[in-house]
């Protein structure tokens, strides 16, 4: 798979990249271990500390390959949109009250 080349600085000082390895995640960043999670698959998944970016609470996760940067998802994390997956259900997003991302409050 090719991977195209990105930067972003996260406010922590990490240059997340797509040359990015997990032994580099861990040495620049140690307190990432806390949220390490094993697929057991070859997947391992880290949750950068979140932070606030005007009314958006922004979430970063990584996921790599056998220590290759394969995955980044973004999420806004903001309170309104409920608490985490442990949260989530079928009926709630479902729900008529949810509006999608893009439409305006």
Request: hydrophobic fraction near 30%; include cysteine.
């Amino acid at each position: 798979m090719t991977t195209r080349e990105f930067e972003l600085w996260h406010p922590t000082g990490l240059l997340v990249s797509s040359r990015l390895t997990e032994a580099e995640l861990i040495s620049n960043l140690p307190q990432v271990s806390d949220s390490r999670q094993h697929k057991h698959t070859g997947w391992v998944w880290y949750r950068l500390p979140a932070y606030e970016d005007h009314d958006v609470v922004v979430r970063i996760a990584l996921g790599f390959n056998r220590g290759v940067l394969e995955k980044v998802t973004l999420s806004d994390g903001h309170s309104k949109y409920g608490g985490d997956w442990k949260d989530w259900s079928q009926e709630k997003e479902c729900s008529p009250r949810r509006k999608p991302w893009h439409v305006a409050e």
